[in-house]
């Protein structure tokens, strides 16, 4: 597939700006950065010549491809993509390196020669000889996570603008913020947005579309002890703290967790723990693709609290059980055909596809739910919140082209 020095161009330039999203703010957007990358978006979206462009309040960027049918009974499709990067790893002074022509030789990034992507640890770069590909310099993440994303979106939105012999209904186009931690939709006017069907472009190898994630639950588990002065505090003194511990401590080491587990398997996964001798609570996330086995799970914990709890006479335990998303299958079950155009595109596209599970989520889950079948597209997103993360310039390409079939396809079945 052919080099595109303007697709490259454009995803380095919406990289080096610093989105990272805060996971313990409490504002919308959690980072009001984020909203440099919308003004941005805001602006070339206007000058390609797109519809309804706007940012609202909350950061959301929305534009309109307008309709060049003469079927006037065509759906409304969105194409969506978050702008925002995890804050697992720096994304402030991102310096995009495109390697032109890769070689297939160790790439040694040189802000930190101890950060070397090659073959070996990067198995899906086995295929990519030859190809052009765009690290960062070693300090941070590169945020093709979904940077790639929005620029296949924008490629698409401007070769539809300036190629009008390509048949296509309404094409609604979202950019979120906040995704990295969960809030990706939080604030999102679904009337305003005015779509029936909608891909979220976020996904990783080259031809996969994913119409299936984890569901997810968040537990709060809070151990209430007795204090005591240290040195009168025999018999009396009821650890929180040592509660807490032994209750991380007692989760199996060899199954039910994230290192443990792969494909359908769930697991239970705590990401914070903190307290005094008094309370202490320890946070955890539950994931599973069969949304039942959740609670399953969570019984599962409270048992264990409480068997820690009665070596602890006198302490008390509370919990909490909040819904995080849902596995978005539950919904395309009932239109496959979402699913079935993306394959049959990337076959126009020569493009082999893989029908692939999520173990997490993305936007789409909770756009499914509401009210927006949303399957997830590949964008050649590899490495993602690493140093080491990574994209190849053709597979953006590939999946410029996919969108370029996908909106025929919807036009010709509709």
């Not at 819904?323 to 009932?334: H, P, S």
């Amino acid at each position: 597939m052919h080099f595109s020095q303007e697709l490259a161009d454009r995803f380095m330039r919406y990289v080096r700006i610093d989105t990272e999203a805060d996971p313990n703010s409490s504002s919308f957007p959690s980072s009001e950065k984020q909203k440099d990358l919308g003004r941005l978006l805001t602006q070339e979206l206007l000058e390609m010549g797109a519809s309804d462009v706007e940012m609202d309040p909350w950061g959301y960027v929305f534009a309109t491809i307008p309709s060049n049918s003469t079927n006037q009974n065509l759906p409304t499709i969105c194409f969506c993509s978050h702008m925002d990067t995890a804050p697992d790893c720096s994304g402030k002074d991102v310096k995009p390196i495109l390697h032109r022509t890769w070689n297939g030789s160790p790439i040694t990034l040189p802000d930190d020669t101890t950060q070397v992507i090659t073959v070996e640890n990067q198995p899906y770069l086995n295929g990519k000889i030859g190809q052009d590909v765009i690290t960062a310099s070693g300090l941070t993440l590169l945020g093709a996570d979904d940077k790639a994303g929005v620029t296949i979106i924008m490629e698409l939105a401007k070769y539809l603008l300036t190629h009008p012999e390509i048949p296509h209904g309404k094409i609604r186009i979202l950019f979120t913020p906040d995704e990295e931690i969960g809030r990706g939709v939080e604030q999102l006017d679904m009337d305003k947005l005015g779509a029936d069907y909608g891909y979220t472009l976020d996904g990783g190898p080259l031809g996969e579309v994913e119409d299936e994630t984890f569901s997810a639950d968040a537990m709060t588990f809070t151990f209430t002890g007795v204090s005591a002065h240290p040195g009168y505090a025999k018999g009396k003194m009821q650890h929180a703290i040592k509660m807490a511990s032994d209750f991380v401590a007692a989760l199996p080491s060899d199954r039910w967790s994230p290192e443990t587990t792969s494909h359908r398997e769930g697991f239970v996964h705590p990401t914070a723990i903190s307290g005094s001798l008094e309370s202490a609570t320890v946070s955890i996330i539950l994931r599973d693709h069969i949304t039942a086995k959740l609670t399953e799970y969570a019984d599962q914990l409270v048992t264990l609290a409480n068997e820690v709890l009665s070596s602890y006479p006198g302490a008390r335990m509370a919990h909490e059980r909040v819904e995080q998303y849902r596995n978005m299958k539950e919904i395309l079950t009932d239109c496959p055909f979402v699913t079935d155009y993306v394959v049959e595109a990337m076959e126009k596209a020569g493009i082999t596809s893989k029908r692939s599970i999520i173990r997490g989520g993305t936007d789409g889950s909770r756009l499914s739910f509401m009210g927006l079948p949303c399957p997830n597209i590949f964008t050649g997103e590899m490495a993602i919140h690493s140093r080491q993360e990574y994209v190849v310039v053709q597979d953006m390409q590939a999946a410029v082209n996919t969108l370029i079939e996908l909106v025929q396809r919807w036009e010709k079945h509709s």
